[in-house]
Structures are given as structure tokens and as C-alpha cells.
């Protein structure tokens, strides 16, 4: 075999490697497309290990701002759940601003109303995304090339610089330089320049061994910073028209990170397991020189330089990506979805109010946003609401409703309803409560703190009005203490500013607050054995006492439900139980 033959083949194999690496990547990139197009409007499907989980909260948790949404709150609402539902997203700077949004209700006008920046409206950009499929896509492919930053967030990374402390590229600068004269003494003196270059060799492994143990965990968020490069100036080829201000500031930003993309181009090369050779050769060289980590230094002083620029290119891009996944989850509410219309911001200052006006909030065709097939209800309010009913009525459903549209209200600007009116709210619950067996207290106590922090809330002057959620209020004591409890509770919760709904089974309440709360109320049917919830509201207070009754259902003997009902009966008739 001749050696042209030997070289064709080579060629060949070499060629035909390259058209499958082509071949493949073009698939890659059709199936990552399709994934995007098939994917809107429907619920992610996506798996979140335990480190993904914990890192979603790290722009949240870098930009805490008064107003935001506590966590007793987040957790009655089940805000995770939700949040899982509308997370179309594809990098980590989206995913992350998602959570921060949901938690960051909009104390004021802003973006939903008059554009922060370009004069376009948050609504106008949702709704450009949801018409403009094409341009859609093309940027949630780009989202989808930035990708996510591991399994911490960049914030985590950003936090923990300050740990490096300052670090300085003069020792490993000056001992290269000493390679020169190292070199030159081998050849006048070629035993002692051996020892000399030997001593150096040593002296720069181990170390290099050292700080790159230092230096290795901070490379991810340097590269995540460096895909926000690639991915800011990548954006400058797609025409967004309503986001072009943003595109604009992104640019300019990106224009400021030239040190850092120098020192990355060597100081961030990949690693030898790759098995690149390239890689392997410079992976020795930055052995016994050290040019990677004169770079990371280098790095380093950019990022604590420019970190305010970085978290304002995290916040601009992961922004634009939530106007998407909003899009999305907009087209996945096969009951309807509007637009709410939020009141001019009204503060609490002290003497305002006297009018005794609680607040502002009407609904129509109000539905649950994680539930299937919801039954609607309509519900207008200036004062508190008290809500009666039966056990598995509607009644916790219904506050959560209320509650999570109110939060979507003021923060994705998208309401599960057919309208939505209303003040803009700081919004506190108090519902889905539990023991707290590490910190040994009871439900009682959990409970009186989580309703106190509301009442201190609700004493601060100069904030924005609250709208709050108590379900079965105290019911962790006996009932004489808790009626007359409750009833001071939710009498002191009635003040200007402060609009509280309040589900009960304590029907005394009904009278007692009359003054203060609106009566609403939920009920059930008995029929042929069975109990039947339509899940209606309804206003005044609840008549039927069905508790008893459905102990027969359930198959309880027929002596303890009469005996039941008879004691039951008594006692309303005289007040007592004897």
C-alpha cells in the first residue's frame, strides 16, 4: 500500500469524523429546538436534584428589600409547587430572578405600568413574547447555549471571594522570572544550574498544587461570567424590539470585561481529564509557571471590580427570560387568565384612613392556579372577610386563591381570573402551620407568633397596605379562650390599611364581628348517602351543621350520631352541655 493510499485513508477517516461531529451537532441543536417549540404553554417537565434546589434562591437571597414574601407565607401558599409550574426557564440567571420576582411583590408603580427603562411596559414585553413565536425561540436557544451556572448559584460563588482575600501574582511572577537566569547558570555552571532549575521546579509544584485546590471551586462562577459575556454580546444579533434599551445597557456593560476576558483565555483552559492534548501540554506549562493562576488573580481583582456590573447583567438578562416563561405559564391557564389592574401605591401614614377604609380588592372569576378543574367565584371588599363552612367546604382554598392571585397580581402581572382589581398589597398569611418539634414549641405557640408578626406588621406606619390570611384562627386551644382571643385578634386586624380574611369554624365569630368582617360562607349537600361540595361562595354566615351527620356517612354507629346531635342541640338551646 502506497503512501498516497495511506494518506487518502487518513483524510477519509478523518473527514467522515468530522461530517458525524457535524451531523450530530445539527441534530442536537434541531432536537434542543423542538424541545423549546413543543415545550410552551405546557408544565415543565424537569427534574431538580437537592444542590439545583438550593441554589434557585441565590439572587433572592443577594437582593433581600422590604415587602418581600416571608417564608410562613411562601409555604402556606404553596409557592414552590407554583413556582415549579411556571419555571420555562433555561439559564440560571432566569430561573433565579423567576423565584426573586415571585417572592418580590411591586410596591409601586413601575414596570408593570410605566416601563423602567425604553417607555415599554412589562405587560408589552409579556405580550410581544407571546405573539412573536419566531423570535421567541431563537432567544430561548440562546438562553438555553447560557445555560445554568452548576449546582451553586453564581451568587454563592460571588459571596465567597471575599474568603480568597487579596491575592497577589508578584511571588509567582518573580520566580518565573528567575527561570531566566536559571537557564543562563545551567550553561556556565551546569550542576548548579540543574539545582537551581530544580529548586524552582519544586518550589512552583508544590505550590501550584496548593492554590489550585484554592482557586478550582471559584473557576465555575468565572465561567458563568464569562458565558454572560458570550451571551450579551451574542444578543446584539437578535432584534427584540421591546427590549432593546436592555440589549443597549448589555452591551455596554459586556464592554467593560476586556482584562477579564484576556486573562480567561488562558487562565480558564480546559482541564487534562478531557484528554485534549493541547490541554495536557498547558496544564504543565501552568505547572511550573503558574500563568493560570496569574490569570485567575488577574480574573479575581475584575469580578471584585465590576461585581455591581455583573449583577446588573444577571438581573437585565434574567429578567428578559422571565417575560418568556411568563408567557409560557400564560398559555398553559386553559381557565383564563387576565391582566390586573393595580391602584395607585397608598402608604399608611399615620391619621390616613380615618375614613375607616381597610383597603381595596374585587375579583371576578377568581380560580386556585394548581388546580385542574376549579370552580370560579366572584368576591368585591373594602372591609375584612370572615369565611364559614364545613371541614373540605372550599374555605382554605378559596383564602389561598385569593392570596396567591393578589401575589401574581403584583409580581408576573397575570391573575388566574376573569378580572382583578386592587390596591398593591404587602401580603402575610398564617394558615398551613405545624408543630415546630426541633425548636420544642407547641402548635399554639407557632401559631400566636406567626399571627403576632402579622399584628406587628400591621401597627408599622408609613408601609404599604396588607392584605392578610388566617386560617382557623388559635384553633390550637379550647374553645371559650380561643373565640374570645380570636375575636380581639381579628377586631384589632380591622384598621385603615389593613384588609385580613379569616376562615373559621367558630360560627360565634359571625356575630361577634359583624361590625367589622363581611360574612361569606361555603356549604355542602347530603344526598343519598353522600356528601356533595359545589364549592360556591356565598355570602352571610354558614347554617348547616353537617359534621354530625357525616359520621354516618363515613359509618359510624347510629347511637353516637343521635346522642351527638341530641347533646349538640342542647346546648344551643341553653348554652351548656349538660
Not at 448559584?153 to 520566580?175: K, Q, T, W
Not at 382554605?396 to 397575570?414: D, E, M, P, R, Y
Not at 385580613?500 to 368582617?517: G, N, Q, R, S, V
Request: glycine fraction near 8%; proline fraction near 3%; charged fraction near 25%.
Amino acid at each position: 500500500m502506497g503512501w498516497l493510499t495511506v494518506l487518502a485513508i487518513g483524510i477519509g477517516v478523518v473527514l467522515a469524523v468530522f461530517l458525524k461531529g457535524a451531523a450530530d451537532e445539527k441534530n442536537k441543536t434541531k432536537r434542543l429546538k423542538r424541545l423549546i417549540h413543543d415545550g410552551f404553554g405546557r408544565e415543565p417537565d424537569r427534574d431538580y436534584g437537592e444542590e439545583e434546589l438550593s441554589s434557585i434562591p441565590g439572587y433572592y437571597s443577594a437582593h433581600s428589600k422590604s415587602g418581600q414574601i416571608d417564608d410562613i407565607t411562601w409555604n402556606d401558599l404553596s409557592m414552590d409547587t407554583l413556582y415549579f409550574r411556571m419555571n420555562h426557564t433555561y439559564s440560571s440567571a432566569g430561573q433565579e430572578y423567576l423565584y426573586y420576582m415571585l417572592r418580590t411583590p411591586e410596591m409601586q408603580e413601575g414596570e408593570m405600568e410605566t416601563a423602567e427603562s425604553g417607555g415599554i411596559s412589562m405587560e408589552e414585553k409579556i405580550q410581544y413574547f407571546s405573539d412573536n413565536e419566531k423570535k421567541r425561540e431563537e432567544l430561548q436557544y440562546a438562553y438555553m447555549q447560557l445555560g445554568r451556572s452548576g449546582k451553586y448559584s453564581v451568587y454563592d460563588y460571588l459571596a465567597y471571594l471575599d474568603n480568597l482575600g487579596e491575592r497577589s501574582s508578584l511571588f509567582p511572577v518573580i520566580i518565573d522570572l528567575l527561570f531566566i537566569p536559571a537557564i543562563v547558570t545551567m550553561v556556565a555552571s551546569p550542576p548548579f544550574g540543574m539545582l537551581f532549575l530544580f529548586t524552582l521546579f519544586t518550589i512552583n509544584i508544590y505550590g501550584y498544587m496548593k492554590q489550585k485546590g484554592e482557586i478550582e471551586p471559584y473557576l465555575t462562577s468565572f465561567a458563568y461570567v464569562r458565558r454572560i459575556l458570550d451571551f450579551s454580546k451574542r444578543l446584539s444579533s437578535i432584534d427584540i424590539p421591546v427590549l432593546k434599551a436592555e440589549w443597549a445597557e448589555l452591551k455596554e456593560l459586556e464592554g467593560r470585561f476586556g482584562k477579564f476576558r484576556y486573562s480567561a483565555m488562558l487562565g480558564m483552559r480546559g482541564s487534562s481529564m478531557a484528554g485534549d492534548p493541547l490541554s495536557l501540554i498547558l496544564d504543565y506549562i501552568n505547572m511550573l509557571l503558574h500563568l493560570d493562576i496569574i490569570c485567575f488573580n488577574s480574573m479575581l481583582r475584575e469580578v471584585k471590580k465590576h461585581g455591581q456590573d455583573i449583577d446588573r447583567m444577571i438581573t437585565i438578562a434574567g429578567r428578559a427570560e422571565c417575560y418568556i416563561a411568563i408567557a409560557s405559564y400564560r398559555a398553559g391557564l386553559l381557565q383564563g387568565w387576565c391582566a390586573p389592574r393595580l391602584a395607585e401605591a397608598r402608604r399608611r401614614e399615620p391619621g390616613a384612613g380615618t375614613d375607616g377604609s381597610c383597603g381595596f380588592l374585587e375579583m371576578k372569576g377568581l380560580y386556585h392556579p394548581l388546580l385542574e378543574e376549579a370552580v370560579k367565584n366572584d368576591i368585591s371588599v373594602h372591609q375584612g372577610v370572615l369565611l364559614t363552612g364545613s371541614n373540605a367546604s372550599g374555605k382554605s382554598t378559596f383564602l389561598k386563591a385569593v392570596a396567591v392571585n393578589a401575589l401574581l397580581a403584583q409580581t408576573i402581572h397575570t391573575c388566574a381570573a376573569d378580572s382583578y382589581q386592587g390596591d398593591r398589597y404587602r401580603i402575610m398569611t398564617s394558615m398551613a402551620l405545624r408543630d415546630d418539634l426541633e425548636g420544642g414549641e407547641s402548635y399554639y405557640i407557632v401559631e400566636i407568633k406567626s399571627l403576632k408578626r402579622i399584628l406587628d406588621a400591621a401597627r408599622e406606619p408609613e408601609s404599604n397596605p396588607i392584605l392578610c390570611f388566617v386560617d382557623e384562627v388559635l384553633r390550637g386551644t379550647n374553645t371559650v379562650e380561643r373565640i374570645a382571643a380570636s375575636t380581639k385578634i381579628l377586631q384589632s386586624l380591622h384598621r385603615p390599611g389593613v384588609l385580613c380574611f379569616a376562615a373559621t369554624h367558630d360560627i360565634e365569630l359571625t356575630e361577634l364581628l359583624a361590625k367589622w368582617y363581611d360574612n361569606y360562607h361555603f356549604e355542602e349537600e347530603i344526598a343519598e348517602g353522600d356528601i356533595l361540595f359545589n364549592y360556591v361562595l356565598r355570602t352571610g354566615k354558614a347554617v348547616s351543621r353537617n359534621a354530625i351527620r357525616l359520621l354516618g356517612i363515613i359509618g359510624y354507629e347510629e347511637a353516637i350520631i343521635k346522642e351527638a346531635e341530641s347533646l349538640a342541640g342542647h346546648f344551643l338551646e341553653t348554652g351548656n352541655w349538660t
